[in-house]
């Protein structure tokens, strides 16, 4: 999910070519156009990619419709393993 924020941030204006040019100079990850293509060519498994693209694809229709009520809420205290396992949020369609 912390990919998909960044992913985000760069779609919504933030200035991620910083991260493109230091991974080409620390790293030789020259090959990537844009910060998603980073993350699908040397971040991420090619299942991974897709299922962060699913997240995308979900938050940027909340975000652009301002309607959050395909994430649910869960009050109260949670068990440290439902971090671990993801459970805090799901997202779907």
Known sequence: MAYVAN???C???ADCMVELLRACANDGKCDASSYDDYLAFYQLSPHDAQVA???RSWLTQMVDANNFGQV???SGEQTTDSVRLGSYFTCGG
């Open 72 to 74: 649910p809420l869960v």
């Open 53 to 55: 693209e699913q997240y």
């Open 7 to 9: 992913v985000m941030a």
């Open 11 to 13: 779609q919504y204006g």
